[in-house]
């Protein structure tokens, strides 16, 4: 069973930094591409960056610059390192990959940014 655990949201002022983790369980990690979504209040969910099964990266063109995706397949987890944080990131962040054709989501951490 497929299993994403995310951990590491909290509220930081503008400017601030914080890194979010998802540890992955129930799969073979190492060749599933990864992702990271969002979704503020009253928004959709918003794809913010993807990670290959051989570490390429992309990013949604609000986040080029300032976030990084990364992933360490011998803990099965991956991160988003989230750098000059700004009030419009505040979102509920989900960890997601795909497994047979089936999305799987992660609970999602918070991250609320004061201004």
């Known amino acids: 069973q497929v299993q994403l655990v995310e951990s590491g949201g909290g509220l930081v002022q503008a400017g601030g930094s914080l890194r979010l983790s998802c540890a992955a369980s129930?799969?073979?990690?190492?060749?599933?591409?990864m992702a990271w979504y969002r979704q503020a209040p009253g928004k959709q969910r918003e794809l913010v960056a993807t990670?290959?099964?051989?570490?390429?990266?992309n990013y949604v063109d609000s986040v080029k610059g300032r976030f990084a995706i990364s992933r360490d397949n011998a803990k099965n987890t991956v991160y988003l390192q989230m750098n000059s944080l700004k009030p419009e990131d505040t979102a509920l962040y989900y960890c997601?990959?795909?497994?047979?054709?089936?999305?799987?989501w992660g609970q999602g951490t918070q991250v609320t940014v004061s201004s």
């Open positions: 997601n990959t795909g497994v047979g054709g089936v999305q799987y």
């Open positions: 129930g799969m073979i990690f190492s060749i599933r591409t």
């Open positions: 990670i290959t099964s051989g570490g390429s990266p």
